[in-house]
Each structure stands twice: as C-alpha cells, then as structure tokens.
C-alpha cells in the first residue's frame, strides 16, 4: 500500500468516524444505515423534509399504524405529527393499505421518499408498521431519542429521495427471556419489546418457569407463586458453585401484568410466545406442589444452575391435569397461535423408579421412558388443539417420537430441525452455534462473566436457518429462528442489552433479509449509524 492510499482510506476512516450530519442519508446514491437491510432500495436526488407543518394522512384502515407513527416519533420530535383523514399535500407522509398488492406479503410494505411526501404503502398493518420503522431508519439516529433532539422550534430533519421495497424472508423472527432465572420488570419488558420492534423482530418467548423460579400467577394454584417465585439464595457471581447467601424474590407477573405486556406487544406487532417447562426444569413447581413428582418431595426451590433430577411425574393423572390446567389459564392470557411447553433437559431417572411411570408405560403399550415423554406430551397438544393452539417445544420432544402437530425449536444444533422438517413438522432454528446469545461474543479480561461457549457477532451474522440439505419443498417449514437470551448469568437488564446488542441486529437481519444480498462488511458498515440509534435508545450494547 502507498503512501498515498493509506491518507486516503485514514481519511475515509476519520469520515465513518465522525458523528454525521443530521441527516441520515449522506448524499443521494450512498445508502443509509438501514437494519435489517430493505430487499429493494433505490436512492434517487433531492431529498424530504419534515417540518412542523408535516401531518400523516391516514388512509383507510391506517388510523392506528398513522397514530403509533405519531406517537414513536412525538419524544424525539417534541411535538405531535397530527394524524388526518384527508389526502396528501405537500410535505405531509401518506399511509394507505392496498389488500391486493402482489408484491407486499403478508409484512411487507413500500416506502417512497420524493420531495413532495413520503407514501408508505402495505396490504396489512403489520406492513405499514415495518414501512415506519423503516422511516424513523432513514431519519436522524436522534429520532429513536426518547427526549426532544433539538430545543429549536420548527427544526426539521432531511430525508433523501428513495424507493424502497421490501419483506421479510421468515415470519419468525425471534428472541428469547429468561424473567425464570433473573426477574426482569413488566416495564424493562416493554422496553425489549419495543426494542426488538425497532428492528422487525417479531416474536418474544418468554421463559416463565424453570428449576430456579416459578413467574406466573397462576389463579387456581396460588401456591405455584407464593412458594415458587422465590429462592433461598442464588449462585455467587464469579463461583457459581458457591450460594451468595441472598433471598431472592418473590418476583413474578401477576395476570394483569400480562395481559398489559400482550397488548403492549400487539401495538408492536410483536407475539409473546409463553413457555411452561413441562416435565423438566420443574423444580419451583414441585417446591409450591410436591405432590405431583415421583418421590413426593419435598423440595426447594433451586439455588444452583444446572439440570434437576426431579420433575413431573406423568404416571399420576393429578399431575397430567395440573399441567393442563396451568395451560388452561396461560392459554386465556397469551392470544398466540403456538404455547411453549419446554421439553428439554428432562432426566428420566426417577421415572424408571416410579411405580406409577411403570404403570402407565405398561398400560399405554410404550417402549420406554422416553416414549412416556411422548405420551405426555400427545395429552398436552390434544388439550392445546382443544383450545384451538400448537404445542412447540425443545428438539428433546422428538426422542420418542413427535406427536402429529408439534412444532420443534431446535437448539442442540439444527440436525432435530432438518428431522423434524422433513417430517412435515414447523420448525424455529435455536442452535447453540449461532443463536446463544447468553455465550460470549468477545474474548477478553473486559467481558462479563458468562456460562461458556463462544458467538462473536459474525458468527451470528453468518447463520442460515435453511440447511443445505433440507429439499426445498420443506423450507416452509422452517418458520425461522431464534435467538436466546438464558440469563444464569445476566443479572439486570443492562446484562441482557449488553448480550443482545449488536448480536440480535444480526441475527433480524439474517431473518428479514434475502439470504444472496447479506454481507458482513457492508452489515458492520451499516452498523456504525445503527449503532448511533442504539445509543439513542440508551441500549447497553457491546460497542
Ligand atoms: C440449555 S436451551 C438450556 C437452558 C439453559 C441454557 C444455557 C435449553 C432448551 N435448555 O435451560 O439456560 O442451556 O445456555
């Protein structure tokens, strides 16, 4: 390299460097900083501005996407965009649903910056949603400030002329919270949601029980909360095999707290996915309500990490009808099409043990512990179908066979997935590999301390839900991916934005994005503006 290259890529550097001007798109020709990446965009010159006198002209059928457009841009904005049923003029930003646009699926959306107006045009709200996510893109990272960017009166923002074009290539674009093992507030919810909503992320599963808590108010057995949603002590921080001597709870969600966070999530267009350990990582549970495990107890709530020897006992028919009727009530809470009934890490040692498990093996004809699983989970995807839902859970749920309706989330690798798929079944891709954002993603003595293994963001950047070898007749099965946010070891929710962020702006766009335009370098160059909208938002993500 001579010595004339290397001041021109330094001073290139310093460009990228530098904090831009206010608005986002630099020059006509160059493309913003748009994540996940639009499917079609073409920059034209000239450029839009917003000025006070910008208004939304609602469409028919867009009054509630214009008014969220309103409200998500009032903080930055200081004032209110006026959202009116009436044409157009000059200036303003038009929302119209068009049902019969072939070339906008069921989210997608078109979104067209001339110097008159901007148009965002969708067949659905979902689209219309994304179309304004897309806009806030286009905007200065301040409009994703939850504070006035500017004190002064009438400031306006540029946007330059585009056509945009633009869906997503999953509908299940997903993350995952762990409230089970460290609590996080129905507020600090909200704000994920919203986060996740700013990059069309869609789908938000939320890790309700397991061994170390127990977080949903369960109406008929009261127990579940006052005994489950509290433990003696949690692993110390830096030994985890050691107690830190601290009661930790009650934390749990009371019904009405969910139902706000559902409809919180619905303005978003983001589907809480309930996830009900059932028969492992049970212990909270067997803590509130022994009965219903092998031995009879009795239990406590754990205070370690780690896989739990004892969970349901699927021998006993009280028990069957306890699990269902905590589905019952989670069913009438979470409108979703699927309910998330775990299924992993299940030991099946006591049930070998259990007179009861023997019986029943016996008297329904299985081979084995592991076809017992199966039958349970046969009676848990009857009950869901009876209440018009699909029943997913972990890849274990295949060992014994899977039950006709099930969908599986693929975690131990995607190999379960490729099974499952080509047997005819849904399948959200989770592996490890790729979408364990609880692993580390740097290397480093500055890292925080976290349960193993190892997924830089390139790592993650690279994943294709499809793989290679599934026949493309079945790729519709793939509903798309996951990535999960397990928190032994993430405390509050800054830990959770710190290993969320930059990984699951990668991972939306892997989900949104066709597979052929993705590359990582023009991605880490878009990331520099996205990462200025994410200070704005006052994310803690790993810079
Ligand atoms: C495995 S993934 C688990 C979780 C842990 C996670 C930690 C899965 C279905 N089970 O219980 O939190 O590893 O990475």
Known sequence: MNSRTTIHLTALLLLLALPGPLNAVDSPGTLPGLVPRPVHMQAAGGGWTLTRKTRISAGDGTTIEADQLARDLSAPLGWRLPVVKAPPRKGDIAMVISPTDPLIGAEGYRLSVTRDRVTITASTPAGLFYGGVTLR????????????????????????????????????????????????PPEYVKRFVDIMADHKLNSLQLHLTDDQGWRLEIKKYPRLTQIGSRR?????????????GKPYGPFFYTQQEIRDLVAHARSKHVTLVPEIEIPGHFRAALAAHPEYSCTGGPFEVRTRWGVEPDILCPGNDAAVAFAKDVLAEVCELFPGRFIHIGGDEAPRGRWKQCPKCQARIKAEGLKNEAELQTWLNHRLEEFLASKGRRLIGWDEILEGGLTPGAAVMSWRGTDGGLTAAKAGHDVVMSPTTHCYLDYAQAKGPGEPEAIGGFVPLEKVYSFDPIPSELPPASHPHILGAQGNLWSEFLQTPQDVEYFAFPRAAALAEVLWSPATTNGFADFQLRLRTHARRLDQLGVNHRK
């Open 137 to 184: 893109q286009l905007l200065p990272p301040e409009a994703f400030n939850n504070h006035p960017a500017t004190k002064r009166p009438g400031a306006f923002w540029n946007v330059g002329c585009v056509e945009i074009r633009d869906q997503p290539r999953f509908p299940w674009r997903g993350l995952l919270l762990d409230p089970a093992r460290h609590f996080l």
């Open 232 to 244: 003696a002590e949690s692993p110390k921080p830096g030994d985890r095999n050691q107690g830190d």
